[in-house]
């Protein structure tokens, strides 16, 4: 009886947390797209000062369509975070490399290392770990 | 190719600014009730986002000269203290499969950043 009654609550966390490590990887894979867009813009800060850097957020259409993404990447990001613990969440956004080198292969049909292979593999393997027993 | 000292401060720096950045959104998170265009008015959430904000544009004058296998072992800065600010201002629990995914995440992201140098 007792036993029920503890363990209850911990079924719910866990459901919540894995629904909020879903949320981050929809949200790292949305993080990802702003990246590529934003190295199609960061063609135009080769000799760039750190001011106007930060000025081609603004004045770069594919760097403001980047952070734009950001915008919906923060937002996604804070409701997972309200449900799940930070030292879970914050780890997870690393999947953003894997989607990257993913989409580095079909976008700009950059070659797959076996290198780059291994890192993907041992990033996907920790978020799994993560993933499943955060808690314990 | 050698990495510029200034480079490896760059992303050393925007890996703190953003562990402090997920801290705040954290904060913010906790305290969001009621309609979604909460989100505006939350000035923890907005300090976070600016704080992100700082650490990619950091993230982009760090990587944009320097040894990527150099620069990307050094954003694990910011998963410790995210680790840190966790125990310390959240308390939470610091278990052994947190270290272990975050310590194959790192170990992911040192494979990229050689595998992305070559």
Known sequence: M????????????????????????????????????????????????????ALSIFTVPSLFAGYCLYGVFAVLLVYALRDAELSIIYPVIALTYVWVSILSVVVFHETMSPLKTIGVGIIVAGVAVLGRGGTR | ?????????????????????????????????????????????????????????????????????????????????????SRIFFNEALTFSK??????????IIFLGIGNSG
Not at chain 1, 24 to 39: E, M, R, S, W
């Open chain 2, 1 to 85: 190719m050698t990495t510029p000292v200034s480079s490896m401060a760059f992303v050393l720096g925007g890996s703190v600014i953003g562990s402090v950045g997920a801290a705040f959104l954290k904060s913010g998170a906790l305290v969001l009730h009621g309609h979604w265009s909460r989100i505006l008015v939350n000035w923890r959430l907005g300090i976070g986002i600016g704080a992100y904000l700082l650490s990619s544009v950091f993230f982009l004058k760090g990587v944009s000269n320097g040894e990527l296998s150099v620069l990307y072992p050094m954003v694990s800065l910011g998963y410790i203290c995210t680790l840190a600010w």
């Open chain 2, 99 to 108: 270290c272990a995914g975050v310590g194959l995440i790192l170990i992911g």
């Open chain 1, 2 to 53: 007792s036993s029920a009654i503890v363990s209850q609550p911990h079924a719910v966390d866990a459901n919540k947390r894995k629904r909020s490590v879903m949320i981050v990887v929809a949200c790292t894979f949305i993080g990802a797209l702003a990246q590529v867009l934003i190295k199609f813009g960061a063609v135009h800060l080769e000799h760039a000062n750190f001011l106007s850097t």
